[in-house]
Structure formats: structure tokens, C-alpha cells
């Protein structure tokens, strides 16, 4: 919840400052160290409305010494086993990733449903302010952020890295988006290009359309006694599935062969597709691919 | 709070347990696979491979040294966990729903399923906590559980009593040297499945879940409950927070097939944060696709961990808000104890 | 056991629902043999001339042009029988019809009319002859009627008088339905009659449950009809006989009761209550005080073909309710799609000028929700608006008309319209009509407002043009002049989810009182998921919510007088736009505020979905006070209030002392919250004490043991977090580093 201020939605993510375009528009965070050991950090983003934003922030660093367990220090040695067997240190991005920032703060009287900051927008900000510590930027772990486990492997992963930093408060609302955001080089028909006309930021308008739609994935190849909720089972470990749609024989009942599963998000989706294509199921190979627009 | 998601499962995971240091994590599913992983970063050590069915449970000894691993092969297995060598396999007629090593490691009890003509039997063995010595192959102890069927067990404090859990939603102490049944109680619902049994630090009381939507704390010596929560959903898994945290957390959510037909609220799946004391719920955390299985804390109290029906085990380290969360009434305790 | 239609005696006090024995009554009633049967078709026609055979045939012919006038008949089933010897007949005829209300209306229209100067015909009905024609079936001797002795009536409104000014509400979940008082955080009061039971009955309606307009009644719905329960023992106060109704509708002022049935009633002349007049019908608009049916109507059948293109039956949306009350129960109207609109005046149900007003074209209605006060019009009027589609060249019309003259008072021509929705204020001060218009390709659609100034003089018309997207939600402010509007953009084709809506406030621009200045937009809010609006009974406050969806379920609350500062661009406007708070109440179905306006419960009902079936209740700001899941959950409603007694100047002394009022009730609050918080801290510090004896008395018992069996003080497992800080070598010192933000502020640049 720590990083919580710091991801604004809509500033890119630290790594990727210099690959974009953007990069020319926005200086680098100018840190500058002050007497009392604080330091001033001053950094420029583009808010929600695409307007630049310059953030000060004064900050305090605090080393902690501890000792560490002998024995867990000695197992962080061990070789990796099975197969990760002579696989470099640290995370691997097929196993391990980070996941959307969760705001937990336990509260008296809880109840489920209840948006958990209690205070209106402006106080909100304030009191989260009193008691932060922030803390790594990458994975938001309690340590600084060049010594984060993430730092190499995380970072370069263009898609993931940027989704984490568009994550916002609302980290159900924005994932999509994030997700998505990105997806300017997928093609929208003209006459779904809506959002272009809207006033504002018309590039995230057609970000909406993107989000509902182009979160379809086509399987084909699935074995005709599937069921969907076969499929629904295996598409749902990825995301939230909207809809699974199998084509069946209107005689036999049989599936045909190919179905449609709709995810409420497209970055799901997309990470569903990597991982779903090729699996094995009912003795075939399944065929997963982004469904292509009934137009 | 940013959680870690762990990948290395294709299918439900069934437990998760963390070591005595909280540093290493470990994870077995349905898909007969048993993972290792670094807590602190999420990266994983490695897998141990061998088992040949569903894997139901998992258990590490305090040294870090064995694991036992039990499942549908009717296998109960120990593995060297720092190489991934197979060091002992025990086979059964049926299946082995529950692992567990007693508090010093020197005894390993297995469970195994009650199917047609088979009851539930509890195994108890000696083990030797080095890689390089024989462990013995013929129990110790051999309970024939003549109660409902076993789903849970456990050694108390100073291995003095196994405690069971069953089917029907009571809970049972026998003597963990005689295997004679001492008292049997029922804190659930009758006909709903205790899910869950997990202790304290220290053993003398445990917090079983069940499908019954309530979580029970339970004092070890006269299964007496001492505190219940209730939940608004089927719990699955039920795990008790440290000390000086007084917390538990519970896990569940409605099967499946209840939920996917109408709409997959992501929400739904939530790890449920208790006081341990006043009953009272703190706080959720959400984040699986399907219900919670397991829930398993750091027994330092930093972390925490969930294994879901979705295959993903998530990890999370705690922020400072919630070691600082106080009640007013433990404040005012705390200052007192101060004066 | 239900309360059913049948059994139940309604001087019946108490209240039994343990007893769980079925009634069989009404299906015994229903499948007893009846002797009559099929007889009821027929009549006898006395008093006619006796003929000899010769003449007969004429005299049956003749006969028989004034039977036809009442329904179907003809020579053969005439039948005139002759006397023994069969020269002379004897002077009566049976004659069967073909349906029994055709007899019955032949008997209501023929008897006791003269065939010529000797001859007066009586018609009766067959089964009437058989009944009390036979010797000693009627007592001869006039006896007094006997007088039902007075009984006094329950007070209907004492809820009104709670001390703490609570609202009531009704739950109806499972098969129970409950009577409570709000207590806000608090688990809700069960109501109790005055001998202590607590209103909470099984079985009580069987489809649904509904307050009466003023909050007198709670109506019931039964197979055999619809049941009123009200006072405070809650038993039952009027029962209406309607078999198979499906739905009710009371007059403003809860004199009259509309009930309507999909299958049409089939009643026959037994029938203690309904008579042959309401055989066949589906309507029946009742007189509540005395519980007798005031006129009945069938359902009329909907414009557009009855069935599709392959002959499947088409299903038509019900129009309800069809019976439009005026505001203050004067008038009933019905149209009658693209001709008229039947008006009729009450307590009589007489059609009102012996005609329907003609409206040719005629689409939809909607009386004024109060009684008119037009500029400079001093005699009794009620208006009702219509809208007309466009017919030929002639152009769409949206019109205004006063009851009684019959007199347009405004009409206004439309152009290129797909559809229009008439929307009152709630006083009737102003009527939007929503215009839908498309383009002329007929490509696009956008949405006009004609908003129609009913108190200025001469009705002037203000336009709200180019609201482009489809207006899916309008919602005027209750007692006031603003209003909200959700619009939504057209639904790419196969997209599995509903399309973004945009939520639009409006707000007249600031004028010189009472003149209200031109209304203009106050703010869009797009990329919103919203269908709903619910307004505060007294306006000013506003729910803007998605219902219904399978993905969001916000709930937005809005200020329309925030006490804050107000945005520049904005300053000229009568509201400053404020949204309070955002809940999120998962799978909500329905929402409602409670009468007052301080309150607002949010459902989410099995009707609906299976899904987390309960309530949440939250502040008018949206502030959650309750929530609680209940499986089968079906209906919340509140109580409403009936109207207020105050008169204008009381109540803006009340709003002018309300910091006075208020301290009382705030007291009141604080003194119950204090004792309840109290009593919470209390148990809290008894259980910590009581955990931490426990524990230090266990931990205790365990050291003793450990000692005992010459063990150390933790176990293997406890151990294993412990390090040697003192060893040497032992673990090596890691650093780690915080961050911790001090001071952070942001400016946007240029």
C-alpha cells in the first residue's frame, strides 16, 4: 500500500523512460540532498489527462542493521535443484511474477465491500502520506530500490513492468486499462473508433472498446468432448473469464472443435494465450490465438 | 502490499507450508508436482519429482532438512530437500490425505483415506533427522480409526496427543503413544467437513476451518473451543498469526461450479483477516481466481501465503499497518504493561 | 399456516404460524360438482301472448329480434312449449344463449320490457327459477335486515407516531415476510402488535409484497386475490377476490384498487363477491372502504402483430400500470393505443362524457403527478400529457390537455422522432419529454429535450438539444428543478459486455426568484458503467448506481448543494455538484430510499440472481451502515409515509431552528452510542484478560512439562527463528534501507 501514492496512474514506468517517445518531454528525477540527510526528489510525469505533473518529495533514508539467520544464509547457497538446476539467481519471470498492489490495512468494525479509506479523496492522500515508507520502487519490498531481487528481471519485462506502474488506487480498474493501454498497434474498424471523436484523452476512450472486445480468444483444435466448463476451468486460472462460448454439433451435441473465451481483461488474456496455446488436452494440442473481429 | 504469484503449479494447489525460519516455501497441487521457493523473492528452488497421483500434503521438518510428501499414490514420501533425493517411500492401500512431523522431528504421522471395505488409519514413525541414516519401514504406532472419515491430524505440544479431525465436523484427541481415543468433540456443524487443522507456535491450541463456514480455536488439552469466527462462505483453511500478532486468517470460497455459471467475482476469493481474540474480521485480501485451499503464515509472522483452486500460490509480505494495528483495548493493555 | 384467501377470518387477532396444516378449501370449493352446470346459458322468457301452433313461428321470429340485441341466439334454441293439447302454447319460451353472459345481459336488458299493449315480458334466468321459483325456496314474510353492531376500527397510521421517528420497512426473504424498524447499524427492530408478537409471518403473500401509496396498507398477493394488512396488530383490513391476479395498483390517495390478472377471471354466478359482470375480464377497479369491485375491463391487446413472421406468438410488454390515476384520484385514464384515451370519474367509474377522448395516434400518457397550478388559471383542473407520432406529413405532437374541459392546453410539433418518453416533475411544474430523433438517414439517433414550463404562462417550451448516445435514464429532482440523465453509446456488435454509459446533471442557471433560469448542463461523467438513478424523496441527494450487472456495481452518491466551494464555470448555476462517496454493493438489484430521505437500502434479490442475496444500508451520503447477507432474499420496501401535516410555515421554522431540533436527537444518538460502545470496550478488555490468563497459565503448564521431561525451554520448531546475537560468526549483519516519504506535494505544469 506503500507505493500506493507513488503509482499514478498513467506515468510510465521508471525502466522504461528512455524507450519512449515520451522520454524527450520528461526530464529525469532530479534528487538533490539536503542537510538534515533528507533527500529532495523532483519528478515529472503526464497525469491521467495527459498533463505534465512535477511531484516534490522529501525523503528520508533509514538504514536498518540486523543480523540474518546463519541457517537461512546458508541455504540461500544451496544449488537449485530439479529444473532449476543451474538456472542464475533470482526469480524466473515463468514461475515468479509480481502481482497487482493490494491495499490491506486492518481496520475495527471491518466490513467486506466497504472501500477501506475511509476519508474523502484530499484527507486520504494526506493520512497515507503521515505514516509512508516507501520503499522500493520495483516491487515495493521494505528494501531501496537498486537492491531489489526484481531489479533484472522484472524491470525488462516490458508489458508487466508497465502494467504494475499504471496500477493505481483502484487496482481493479486500472488493470485493465493498463493491460491495454498499451494495444495502440491493434486494429480498431473505423466505425468502433468511437472514442476518437470524445473530447479528452481520446486515446484511452478507445482503450474501453479494447478492453470489452479484443479480450476474445479463439481455441481451436479442442477435442469434441469438451465441455465448457472444460475450458473454463483451464482458461480461469488466467483471469477472470467473462464467457466461454464452445461450438457444438447441433445434432450430436459434440463440440466442433474451436470455442471463444472472453476475459475481462485483455492483459490476461494475453498472458492466457502464451500459456494456454500448445497445452495438451484430450490427447490434442490446443490452438489459442486472439480472436479476430466478426466485422 | 505486493504480492508475489508462484506459477509453478498446473493444476489446484492442496497445501503449502513454509519452514520453521520462514524462508523457504513449499507447495504441492494436484498435479503431482511438490515445489520449493525462496519466500523473500519468490523465486523458486526447485521441485521434487517422483509422486505419480494428486498430491494432498506436504511437511517439513524443523531442521529444514526432510520433507514428507503424501498423496493419491498411496505414497507417503521423504525427500532430502536440500538435493531433491528421494530418501524413503511408505506405501498403502489407499491414498495419504495428511502429513505431519511433531514438533522436535523425531516422529512423522501419515493419514490415510477411509474408501469401501478400508477405514481411515493413522501411521505414526520414528524418524531419524539425517539424510544418510534408514528410517525405519514399520510404524510405531497403528490407529484404525473407527470414526467418520479422517481429514485432518496432528501432533499437540510435546507430542502428547494426535489430534484428528473428520468428516462429520468433530475433532478427536488420542493418546500419541498408545493410540487409545481419549475424548472426541463436535465444535462444527454436524455433517460438515473439518478442512483444516493448524497450530499454534507452541501446540497448545489449533484452529481447525470448516465447511460449516466457521473456524473454531481449539485448547489442545480438553478441546474446549476458546474462540470461533464466523465467515459468510465454506472455509477451506484456517492458520493462526505468531505471537504478539493476535490474528488469524481463513480461506475458502464456494466450489466451483457455484461460481463460474453465474459470474467470477474476483472479489470473492479473499484470505479473511480475524482478530484472535475479539472474533471480530479486520480485514481481506483478494487477488485468487478460485477459492482459497491453504492459507499457511510465516511462523516468523512477516508473510503470508494462499495456495488457490486457480492454481497460484500467492505470497505477501506484510506493510507496517498491519504490525501496528492495535485495538484500543490492547493499547491501553500494552501501556499498562509498561508501567 | 398462510394466510389464505379463504380461511382466514378476519376478525382473527392473533396471528398462528406454527400451524403448517394445508388449506384445501379453495380446491375443494373449486372441484365440487355443481348441479347447475351449463344451465346458466339459458333463460325464460314468461308473460308472452299464448298462440295457437299456427302463429307460433312469428310470435318466435318476433321474439327473437329482441333477443339477438343481446347476444347470440336462434330460432332452434328457442324453444316455446305448448299446452296438452296442443292447440294453444303457454305463453313462456326457454331460450339458450351462447355464453352466460350473453344470458345475463339479456336478462338485465329484456325483463320487464312490454311486447305490446297487453304483453310484458319477464326475463329471468333458468337457474333463477329453479332456485327461487320452487315452493317455500323464498320466505314470503319481510324481515328486517340486521345491522352489523359498529365496531371501531385500528388506528392505520400510528407507525407514524414512533417517538424516535423511526422508518419502517418490510423484508420478505424465504418464505417470511417481516415487519421492521430501522436502527440504522443496528440489527433492525421487528415490528410487534400491541399482545407482543413479533410481525414476521411464513407464507404471508405468495408473489410479492406492496406498501399502499400512503403507507396504510401492506398489500399480500394470493392466487384468489390480493390481501390489505394494516394497524398496529397487523391483521388483515380489506381482502379483494381476483383469481390469478398478478399485479396491483392503488390511487394516490388509496380509495380505489387497480388488480389485474393475465388470464382472464372466470367467474360464475356463486360468486359471493365478483359477479357475471367481471366473468372474463382481467382488470377490476376496486373501492377499497367498502371492498366491492367498481367496474371491471379486459386487457387490450397491444399495437403490432400477435405473432412473428413464423407464427410464433410475439410477447408484448404489459403496459402498467394501463389505469392512470390522476393526482388526486378524480380520474382514471387507459388509452387506447393510437385512438383515444378513456377517462373515467371516480367513485362512479362512469366513462367521463360518455366518450373516450379522442387522440389520434395516440402513443403514450401521463397525468400530472400534481394537481395543476397553472399561471393565471383558477378553476379546478388535472392535466395529462400525450404524444403523438408522425402520421403522414402531419408531425409528431407532444401535447397537454385539462381534464374536464377537454382543452389542449399546449401542443408542440416534433420532427424525425423514433420515440419520446413524457417525464413530470413531481409537482407538476415542469414535463420533459425525452425525444429520441434520428437523423435523416435514420443512421444516428440523438436525444432531445423539450422541457415544458406548466406554471409560466402560456407553457413555454425550452429545448435541451444534441445529447448525442441513446438517453437510457431520466430522472427529474423530486420537489425540485435539476435533474440527472445516464446516456449510452451504441453496443459494438457481438460485444459480450453492455456499453460505457455517461452520467449528465443538469441545473437551471441562476434567476431572479420565483422565475427558474435556463436549464444547462452542470457536468458529464463518462466511463461509467451506471443505468440507475434514485433520488432522494425531498430531493438534493441522488444515487447514481449500476443495477442489475454482472461486472459493476457502484453506487455513486451525489450532492447537488454541496456546502464547499463551487467550481468558477459553474458558479451561475442553482447546484454545486458534489460526489460524496462511491460504494460498491456486489450484484445489487434494487435500490430504495427510505421516506424521509436519510437512509437509502440496497438489495440484491434471488429474483434476480443467486449471488450474495441480502442488503446494505447506507447513509444519504453513502456512508454503509449495515450490510447483511440473507439467503433467498427477495424484497425490501419501505414504508412510505403518508403526506406531511405541517403546514409550509411550520416547516420552515423547523428548517429555520434545526441546529435546536437537531442537538435533541444528536443527544439522543450520542447517549445510546456511548452506552452501546460502552458495552463493546467492556467485553472487548474482558476477553483480552481473559485470553492472557489463559495463556500465561498454558505457557506455565508447557514449562513445567518441558522441565519435567528435561527438555529445553522451545521446542525444535520454536528454535529455529531463534539467532545467537552474541555468538561470534553466527550470522552476518545485512542492512537494509527505508524509504520514507516526508513531505510531498504536486503541481501540474503550463
Known amino acids: ?295 | ?339 | 399456516m398462510a394466510p389464505s384467501f379463504q380461511s382466514l377470518d378476519p376478525d382473527m387477532d392473533d396471528y398462528d404460524d406454527d400451524d403448517e396444516e394445508p388449506d384445501f378449501s379453495d380446491l375443494k370449493e373449486q372441484y365440487e360438482v355443481r348441479m347447475e352446470e351449463g344451465l346458466d346459458t339459458f333463460v325464460v322468457v314468461d308473460g308472452l301472448p299464448k298462440v295457437p301452433p299456427g302463429s307460433k313461428d312469428k310470435l318466435v321470429k318476433f321474439l327473437l329480434r329482441k333477443l339477438v340485441g343481446f347476444g347470440k341466439t336462434k330460432e332452434e334454441n328457442v324453444f316455446m312449449p305448448m299446452n296438452e293439447e296442443g292447440d294453444m302454447s303457454e305463453g313462456f319460451a326457454f331460450v339458450e344463449y351462447e355464453t352466460p353472459a350473453q344470458a345475463a345481459a339479456a336478462v338485465k336488458g329484456l325483463h320487464a320490457t312490454p311486447l305490446d299493449k297487453k304483453h310484458t315480458i319477464a326475463v329471468n334466468k333458468l337457474t333463477d327459477i329453479e332456485r327461487y321459483g320452487r315452493e317455500g325456496r323464498i320466505d314470503e314474510t319481510y324481515r328486517e335486515p340486521e345491522m352489523e353492531e359498529f365496531k371501531e376500527k385500528e388506528h392505520l397510521r400510528s407507525w407514524v407516531g414512533d417517538v424516535d421517528g423511526r422508518d419502517q420497512f418490510v423484508m420478505y426473504r424465504g418464505d417470511n415476510v417481516g415487519v421492521y424498524w430501522n436502527e440504522r447499524e443496528d440489527q433492525p427492530e421487528p415490528v410487534r402488535t400491541p399482545a407482543g408478537q413479533v410481525v414476521d409471518r411464513q407464507h404471508w403473500t405468495e408473489t410479492f409484497i406492496q406498501w399502499s401509496p400512503k403507507g396504510t396498507y401492506l398489500t399480500s398477493m394470493h392466487a384468489q386475490g390480493v390481501q390489505l394488512w394494516g394497524g398496529e396488530s397487523w391483521s388483515r383490513q380489506k381482502r379483494f377476490m381476483h383469481p390469478g391476479v398478478n399485479l396491483v395498483d392503488f390511487s394516490p390517495d388509496e380509495r380505489y384498487l387497480t388488480t389485474w390478472s393475465h388470464q382472464a377471471m372466470q367467474v360464475d354466478e356463486n360468486n359471493p363477491i365478483l359477479s357475471l359482470e367481471e366473468d372474463g375480464k382481467n382488470y377490476i377497479i376496486w373501492d377499497i372502504d367498502t371492498a366491492k369491485p367498481l367496474r371491471s375491463f379486459v386487457t387490450l391487446d397491444p399495437p403490432g402483430p400477435r405473432e412473428d413472421a413464423e407464427g410464433q406468438p410475439i410477447k408484448k410488454k404489459l403496459q402498467w400500470p394501463a389505469f392512470k390515476w390522476s393526482a388526486d384520484s378524480k380520474y382514471v385514464g387507459r388509452m387506447n393505443h393510437g385512438q383515444s384515451v378513456s377517462i373515467y370519474e371516480l367513485p362512479r367509474m362512469n366513462l367521463f362524457d360518455k366518450a373516450s377522448v379522442k387522440v389520434e395516434g395516440i402513443v403514450d400518457f401521463e397525468w400530472s403527478p400534481a394537481s395543476a397550478e397553472r399561471h393565471s388559471i383558477k378553476s379546478y383542473e388535472q392535466l395529462f400529457s400525450y404524444w403523438t407520432p408522425e402520421m403522414g406529413s402531419n408531425p409528431a405532437k407532444v401535447g397537454i390537455m385539462s381534464i374536464p374541459s377537454k382543452e389542449v392546453v399546449r401542443t408542440r410539433n416534433l420532427f424525425n422522432v423514433s420515440d419520446a418518453k413524457l417525464h413530470w416533475q413531481s409537482e407538476g411544474a415542469f414535463l420533459c419529454c425525452k425525444v429520441d430523433r434520428h437523423s435523416k438517414s435514420k443512421k444516428s439517433l440523438a436525444t432531445n429535450l423539450e422541457i415544458f414550463r406548466v406554471r409560466d404562462k402560456d407553457v413555454p417550451v425550452e429545448v435541451v438539444e444534441n445529447i448525442k448516445d441513446t438517453v437510457i435514464n431520466f430522472a427529474w429532482e423530486p420537489k425540485g428543478d435539476r435533474f440527472v440523465l445516464i446516456t449510452a453509446g451504441e453496443v459494438p456488435a457481438g460485444a459480450a459486455v453492455p456499453p460505457k454509459t455517461a452520467v449528465s446533471f443538469f441545473a437551471p442557471e441562476k434567476a431572479k426568484a420565483p422565475a427558474v433560469g435556463n436549464f444547462k448542463l452542470i457536468r458529464t461523467v463518462d466511463k461509467k458503467n451506471n443505468n440507475a438513478i434514485h433520488w432522494s424523496p425531498n430531493g438534493r441527494f441522488v444515487v447514481v448506481a449500476t443495477v442489475l450487472n454482472q461486472q459493476s456495481f457502484d453506487l455513486d452518491f451525489w450532492d447537488f448543494d454541496f456546502e464547499g466551494e463551487k467550481e468558477e464555470k459553474e458558479r451561475d448555476l442553482t447546484a454545486n455538484l458534489m460526489l460524496m462517496r462511491t460504494a460498491d454493493h456486489y450484484g445489487v438489484t434494487d435500490i430504495d430510499w427510505d421516506p424521509s430521505g436519510r437512509f437509502v437500502a440496497t438489495s440484491a434479490s434471488v429474483w434476480k440472481h443467486r449471488m450474495e442475496n441480502g442488503y446494505h444500508l447506507y447513509t444519504f451520503s453513502g456512508q454503509l451502515l449495515r450490510e447483511e447477507p440473507i439467503d433467498q432474499f427477495k424484497q425490501w420496501a419501505w414504508r412510505p409515509r403518508p403526506a406531511r401535516l405541517l403546514s409550509k410555515d411550520e416547516m420552515k421554522n423547523v428548517r429555520k431552528n434545526l441546529r435546536e431540533y437537531s442537538r435533541t436527537f444528536e443527544e439522543a444518538d450520542s447517549a445510546k452510542r456511548s452506552s452501546a460502545d460502552k458495552a463493546v470496550v467492556d467485553a472487548r478488555r474482558r476477553m483480552l484478560s481473559e485470553w492472557y490468563a489463559w495463556r500465561e497459565r498454558v505457557v506455565e503448564d508447557l514449562a513445567i512439562d518441558r522441565d519435567d521431561l528435561g527438555l529445553g525451554e522451545k521446542s525444535e520448531e520454536q528454535m529455529a527463528l531463534e539467532v545467537d546475537v552474541e555468538a561470534e560468526g553466527e550470522g552476518k549483519v545485512v542492512e537494509e534501507i527505508f524509504e520514507e516519504i516526508l513531505e510531498e506535494s504536486e503541481e501540474v505544469l503550463e
Open chain 2, 1 to 339: 502490499m505486493r504480492p508475489i504469484l508462484l506459477q509453478g503449479h498446473e493444476r489446484a494447489l492442496t497445501q503449502v507450508k513454509f519452514s520453521k525460519e520462514g524462508d523457504l516455501l513449499f507447495s504441492v497441487s494436484k498435479d503431482h508436482v511438490v515445489c520449493a521457493w525462496y519466500s523473500a523473492n519468490g523465486e523458486r528452488f526447485g521441485t521434487y519429482k517422483g509422486h505419480q497421483g494428486a498430491l494432498w500434503t506436504v511437511d517439513v521438518d524443523p531442521t529444514t532438512t526432510l520433507l514428507a510428501t503424501g498423496g493419491a499414490d498411496n505414497t507417503l514420501r521423504l525427500w532430502e530437500i536440500k538435493t531433491g533425493k528421494e530418501l524413503k517411500r511408505w506405501e498403502f492401500n489407499t491414498s495419504i490425505r495428511r502429513a505431519e512431523f511433531s514438533e522436535d522431528g523425531r516422529q512423522l504421522l501419515g493419514v490415510t483415506e477411509k474408501r469401501q471395505g478400508q477405514l481411515s488409519n493413522i501411521f505414526v514413525y520414528d524418524i531419524v533427522p539425517d539424510v544418510t541414516a534408514d528410517q525405519s519401514t514399520d510404524p510405531t504406532l497403528h490407529i484404525t480409526v473407527e470414526l467418520p472419515r479422517v481429514t485432518v491430524a496432528g501432533f499437540s505440544a510435546l507430542s502428547r496427543y494426535i489430534i484428528t479431525g473428520h468428516e462429520n465436523g468433530s475433532v478427536a484427541q488420542w493418546d500419541a503413544k498408545t493410540g487409545e481415543l481419549i475424548k472426541e468433540e463436535f465444535p462444527h456443524e454436524d455433517g460438515m467437513s473439518v478442512t483444516d487443522l493448524q497450530w499454534s507456535s507452541d501446540r497448545t491450541y489449533f484452529i481447525t476451518a470448516s465447511k460449516d463456514k466457521t473456524a473454531k480455536l481449539i485448547d489442545s488439552e480438553t478441546l474446549e473451543v476458546l474462540k470461533t469466527y464466523v465467515a459468510d462462505t465454506p472455509l477451506n483453511s484456517a492458520a493462526i498469526t505468531p505471537e504478539p500478532t493476535n490474528y488469524v486468517i481463513l480461506g475458502g470460497g464456494q466450489a466451483a461450479m457455484d461460481v463460474t455459471t453465474t459470474s467470477a467475482r474476483q472479489g470473492k476469493f479473499e484470505a479473511r483477516f480475524y482478530h484472535k481474540i475479539f472474533e471480530e474480521e479486520i480485514g481481506r485480501v483478494r487477488g485468487h481466481f478460485g477459492p482459497l485451499n491453504y492459507v499457511a503464515v510465516s511462523p516468523d509472522g512477516k508473510c503470508y501465503c494462499s495456495g488457490g483452486e486457480d492454481g497460484y500460490v500467492r505470497v505477501h509480505h506484510f506493510d507496517p499497518p498491519y504490525f501496528d494495528f492495535r485495538f484500543e483495548v490492547e493499547r491501553e493493555r500494552e501501556r499498562g504493561l509498561q508501567m
Open chain 1, 1 to 295: 500500500m506503500a507505493a500506493n501514492v507513488q503509482n499514478i496512474p498513467g506515468r510510465t514506468d521508471w525502466a522504461e523512460d528512455d524507450t519512449e517517445d515520451l522520454a524527450t518531454a520528461i526530464p529525469p528525477p532530479q534528487i538533490t540532498k539536503n542537510k538534515d540527510g533528507t533527500e529532495t526528489i523532483i519528478t515529472v510525469f503526464l497525469n491521467e489527462d495527459g498533463k505534465r505533473v512535477k511531484r516534490t518529495q522529501r525523503i528520508r533514508r533509514t538504514v536498518v542493521k540486523k543480523k540474518e539467520n546463519p541457517r537461512v544464509a546458508e541455504r540461500r547457497q544451496w544449488a537449485k535443484i530439479g529444473p532449476e538446476a543451474g538456472k542464475p539467481a533470482g526469480p524466473r519471470p515463468d514461475t515468479t511474477t509480481l502481482g497487482e498492489n493490494i491495499i490491506f490495512r486492518p481496520v475495527m468494525g471491518y466490513k467486506s465491500g466497504q472501500v477501506q479509506e475511509k476519508a474523502p479523496e484530499e484527507d486520504r492522500k494526506a493520512e497515507q502520506l503521515k505514516k509512508m515508507q516507501i520503499k522500493c520502487r520495483i516491487c515495493s519490498g521494505d528494501h531501496f530500490t537498486t537492491k531489489c531481487p526484481f531489479k533484472d528481471t522484472m524491470a525488462p519485462e516490458g508489458a508487466e513492468g508497465g502494467a504494475a506502474a499504471d496500477l493505481g488506487e483502484d487496482a481493479d480498474d486500472t488493470a485493465g486499462a493498463a493491460g491495454a493501454g498499451a494495444g495502440g498497434s491493434n486494429y480498431v474498424p473505423p466505425h468502433l473508433r468511437k472514442g476518437a471523436a470524445g473530447a479528452g484523452g481520446g486515446e484511452r476512450m478507445g482503450g474501453k472498446y479494447e478492453r470489452d472486445d479484443l479480450a476474445t480468444l479463439r481455441v481451436t483444435n479442442v477435442s469434441e468432448f469438451a465441455e465448457e466448463s472444460d475450458l473454463r476451468e483451464i482458461f480461469e486460472r488466467h483471469g477472470r473469464v467473462t464467457r466461454v462460448f464452445l461450438a457444438k454439433d447441433r445434432e450430436t451435441g459434440r463440440a466442433k472443435g474451436f470455442a471463444f473465451v472472453s476475459y475481462a481483461d485483455r492483459s490476461d488474456a494475453s498472458r492466457a494465450c502464451e500459456k494456454v496455446d500448445g497445452y495438451g488436452f484430450g490427447h490434442l494440442i490446443l490452438k489459442v490465438e486472439f480472436a479476430k473481429k466478426a466485422t
